[in-house]
Every structure is written in structure tokens, then in C-alpha cells.
């Protein structure tokens, strides 16, 4: 079995805390920083979730994504009240409001004509017109997360 590095765990809670507190992901250096780890360890932890798909970085190590949050500006924003964060896809700003436990309203658009989509979340019922279309099944999701 392959043993995660030092710190990994404690590396993908700050992660996951973070992006939801503030909208963003820390990098490696903010990652060491905060968890007084040398950013040697640091960066392994990252390489080890990434290899094994519990977030995904870029060649420099900084995260991209941990699901459901995006790290980068995407077409899919969710807000609640005065705070926003950036889904991976549609399905993902669903995943954003369920993890945060929170009413809020998903920001898309369409792919074909750029028309926005506007869906809010009440007492976890949508509420608007819209319609999700997954371009690949879900069994083709993982093979790159990215271009998915």
C-alpha cells in the first residue's frame, strides 16, 4: 500500500478549509508556512493527494482543484450572500452549496451561446430554468479532470 507522506492529511484539511473560508487555495509555501512543515514536505504531500486524486495540481505544484472547488476563475460560480467560489462544472457548484450546508445561487453559462444560467438554491431546492448537460459519462470523468 502506498504510505501518504508527513503531514498529507493535515496539508488536505487546510486545503479544503481554506478554499472554503476564503475562496482560495494556500500554496505550497502558505501550506508550510501555516503548518510549520518544511515546504519539502509540503510539496510531497501535494504530489501524493494529487497521485491519488484527492485534489489536482499544476506542474508547479500549486492546487488547480479540490473537488468540488476550483482554485482557477471557471465558467461555474456559486454565491452565498457576499462570498463566492469557483466549481470545476456544473455538477460541482451543487457539491460547493452541499458541503458548505448553505443556500446560495450557481452562476453558469451555456456552452453553446454563452447564454448565463442562473439557478438559486432554497432550503436545498433549486429554483430556476436550466438545464445540466455532461458532456462525457462519469465513468470518463477521471481520466482528466481538467478537460472534463
Given at each position: 500500500?502506498?504510505?501518504?507522506?508527513?503531514?498529507?492529511?493535515?496539508?488536505?484539511?487546510?486545503?479544503?478549509?481554506?478554499?472554503?473560508?476564503?475562496?482560495?487555495?494556500?500554496?505550497?509555501?502558505?501550506?508550510?508556512?501555516?503548518?510549520?512543515?518544511?515546504?519539502?514536505?509540503?510539496r510531497?504531500?501535494?504530489?501524493?493527494?494529487s497521485?491519488?486524486?484527492?485534489?489536482?495540481?499544476?506542474?508547479?505544484?500549486?492546487?488547480?482543484?479540490?473537488?468540488?472547488?476550483?482554485?482557477?476563475e471557471?465558467?461555474?460560480?456559486?454565491?452565498?450572500?457576499?462570498?463566492?467560489?469557483?466549481?470545476?462544472?456544473?455538477?460541482?457548484?451543487?457539491?460547493?452549496?452541499?458541503?458548505?450546508?448553505?443556500?446560495?445561487?450557481?452562476?453558469?453559462?451555456?456552452?453553446?451561446?454563452?447564454?448565463?444560467?442562473r439557478?438559486?438554491?432554497?432550503?436545498?431546492?433549486?429554483?430556476?430554468?436550466?438545464?445540466?448537460?455532461?458532456?462525457?459519462?462519469?465513468?470518463?470523468?477521471?481520466?482528466?479532470?481538467?478537460?472534463?
Open positions: 500500500m502506498d504510505t501518504p507522506p508527513a503531514a498529507t492529511w493535515e496539508v488536505r484539511h487546510l486545503i479544503f478549509t481554506t478554499i472554503a473560508e476564503r475562496g482560495t487555495a494556500p500554496d505550497a509555501a502558505a501550506i508550510a508556512a501555516t503548518l510549520a512543515i518544511s515546504p519539502e514536505t509540503a510531497d504531500a501535494l504530489t501524493w493527494l497521485d491519488h486524486a484527492e485534489i489536482v495540481i499544476d506542474p508547479s505544484g500549486d492546487v488547480v482543484m479540490a473537488h468540488p472547488f476550483s482554485n482557477v471557471t465558467p461555474f460560480k456559486v454565491t452565498i450572500g457576499d462570498r463566492s467560489w469557483w466549481a470545476n462544472c456544473a455538477w460541482d457548484t451543487f457539491g460547493i452549496l452541499a458541503v458548505l450546508d448553505a443556500d446560495g445561487t450557481i452562476h453558469a453559462s451555456y456552452a453553446e451561446d454563452g447564454a448565463p444560467a439557478i438559486t438554491i432554497h432550503a436545498g431546492v433549486p429554483a430556476g430554468t436550466g438545464v445540466v448537460h455532461l458532456l462525457l459519462p462519469a465513468r470518463e470523468w477521471t481520466k482528466d479532470y481538467v478537460d472534463t
